[in-house]
């Protein structure tokens, strides 16, 4: 059914194209004819070629402005399929890494006594093992967990506190463009009011809501709307220090 829709908006995406295609060729062989008219002094006044340019400008532009929200859409559509996908996985970082090691098993071992989940057996687990090649400066790789069953995926996440004071950390296992967005929300926001849940940002704002964040445009109007609240904010204390209240 995924796939079917996917299919269906690239097909859709792909005729407002070839639509578009089709009426700015149109309209600029129209544009052409009449400007070689109008210098050959037989064709259309030099002010309508004017007029009829910049209407066709505005089509231009209003129409780019649809192919990118069109392709914003089909893009955020990928993520969810991608995000859905690994929905049942964890990333633990920092765990030892050493030669021929058994992955699952000393996975197991943390997730159930430090972790204390104790039916986060081997047995669990549909597949974990580290990521990449090893790195030259020895330092260990993350490993990647999928798990069979994503209520246990879900409990095993909510306990990841446990892990505070260790030098391993758990994280969701993001897509590149939502760990970029994750970085960029907790560098404008902080790192303690940013965490992720389901493969969604979620930030508290310095007024105090908190906001589900997916897209880079989410993200910029929440800075920009997190700016003009600390302006409005800040002109109402001036206002209040220049006009105290008689007591």
Not at 114 to 131: E, F, G, I, Q, W
Not at 227 to 244: I, V
Request: proline share 3%.
């Amino acid at each position: 059914m995924a796939t079917q829709n996917q299919d269906k908006t690239v097909d859709i995406l792909n005729k407002t194209i070839a639509d578009l295609t089709t009426t700015f060729t149109s309209q600029l062989n129209d544009f052409q004819r009449d400007l070689q008219a109008s210098k050959a002094g037989t064709g259309t006044p030099l002010d309508k070629l004017t007029h009829d340019f910049d209407a066709f400008r505005n089509l231009v532009l209003s129409s780019l402005q649809c192919l990118q929200s069109q392709v914003r859409a089909l893009m955020v559509f990928n993520e969810h399929q991608e995000m859905r996908r690994r929905r049942k996985m964890l990333l633990l970082h920092g765990v030892p890494e050493s030669n021929n090691e058994d992955v699952p098993q000393v996975v197991s071992k943390i997730l159930t006594e430090t972790l204390l989940v104790p039916d986060a057996s081997k047995d669990a687990l549909n597949r974990c093992h580290r990521m990449g090649s090893t790195a030259k400066n020895n330092k260990p790789r993350p490993i990647v967990i999928k798990f069979i069953d994503v209520a246990l995926r879900d409990r095993v996440w909510f306990k990841k506190t446990s892990l505070k004071g260790s030098d391993i950390t758990m994280s969701e296992f993001l897509i590149k463009s939502r760990r970029d967005l994750f970085l960029a929300a907790r560098e404008q926001f902080g790192i303690s009011k940013c965490w992720t849940s389901g493969g969604s940002i979620r930030i508290i704002t310095p007024g105090g809501s908190r906001v589900r964040v997916e897209t880079e445009a989410d993200l910029k109007d929440l800075i920009e709307s997190s700016k003009n609240q600390a302006a409005s904010s800040s002109k109402y204390e001036t206002r209040s220090k220049k006009h105290p209240k008689n007591k």
